[in-house]
């Protein structure tokens, strides 16, 4: 019986799309084996959002050649469908497979094994049906991801991924709830739902919408929590999140991408908010879940930022007080408008402004938990980490208890005693 192992980069859709594919190899005959043990075949499903994606993919491609030079490699995901002739000169590659090919991965792989190369991509621009990619379990898991929607058509003059990935397609309704419930009969009591744009989930169906999707997800029995991936705050206006309020398992967490704190900026990056807009969502939020933690995206040194614009950035960063955020420095991407745009920004100031970002958002951060010392939260406990088990909040908040037990997909009430290193520490309340 032949090995087969997988390498995933990037987002937590890249996480299903590959779960899924796992589930086609084990359909077909195949052992699914860890990353790093010998295996007659490597799948690497890359990302392409970054520069430093890019660099990442061509590494573990490489390092999978050096596990086994006798091997056969398949790369699929956005970097080998924005980029399948830089992947094509990766010595070792056989198969290189664009964004559409998974959901074909184990018939391409029978049609061509006996090649030495061979590269297919669709043309993604005009794929307008949701893949039926689906997962009936998650091995070694305590938090299960669900797809639901794929692409995107906002075109922020910074990203690739509409390239790699094409326009919206939501995937029926009816399929993510029945994925749901089979989740849950496998014991999941907490699903993610994840989308490249989730924000538009349902536009292109007419009939639904993301809030019909997560009051309908809150009705089935055995899920305890559903969370959503990073969404864009344009969606999240007071009637919708007066709607979502009405979801009792809705966890009190959104990743809302920001990317800057400028108006300015903000119209080069072709975002479609202001930074009022973008307050009066936080507020909303606020209002209706007062424990909400609201993470970020935070981008530095977009073409033409100014000191003045990132001074207004560090401003509104300072009063929205994020509960966290993800930093990155802009890295121009091939083929898309801010690439060509006059006045990049020079490495090292990118790296200064990093710097300066992170110290406000951890202070930020830190000022949000420390609201939360002394009082008791719900916690499910995921993983060991040394002495400690480490677990997740409602509102994603990580939490580390001192314990000999195996607490692995338990929910346990928690008192928050102290801070460190970005955790609580804390100690399980004993039921009587």
Known sequence: MKKVAFYTLGCKVNQYETEAMSELFSKNGYTVCDFETPADIYVINTCTVTGMSDRKSRQIIRRAKKLNENAYIIVTGCYAQVAPDDVAKIDGVNLVLGAK??????????????????????????????????????????????????GCNQFCSYCIIPYARGPIRSRNINDILEETKRLAQKGFTEVTYVGIHIASYGLDLGDCSLSDLLLSADKIDGIKRIRLSSIEPMTLNAEFIEKISGAKKLCHHFHLSLQSGCDETLKRMNRKYTTNDYFEIVSGLRKHFPDVAITTDVMVGFPGETDEEFAETCAFLEKVSFSGAHIFQYSRRRGTPADSYPNQVPASIKEKRSKIVKEITDKSRYEFMQKFIGTDKEVLFEQRQNKFFEGKTDNYMNVLTETENDLSGMYKKVHLESIKDGSFIGKIIEEN
């Open 101 to 150: 090919e998974r959901e074909k991965i184990i018939e391409l792989l029978k049609l061509h094994t006996g090649e030495d190369f061979y590269s297919h991509q669709s043309d993604i621009s005009r794929i307008h049906e949701f893949e039926p990619l689906s997962i009936s379990d998650f091995q070694e898991r305590t938090r299960a991801y669900i797809k639901v929607q794929e």
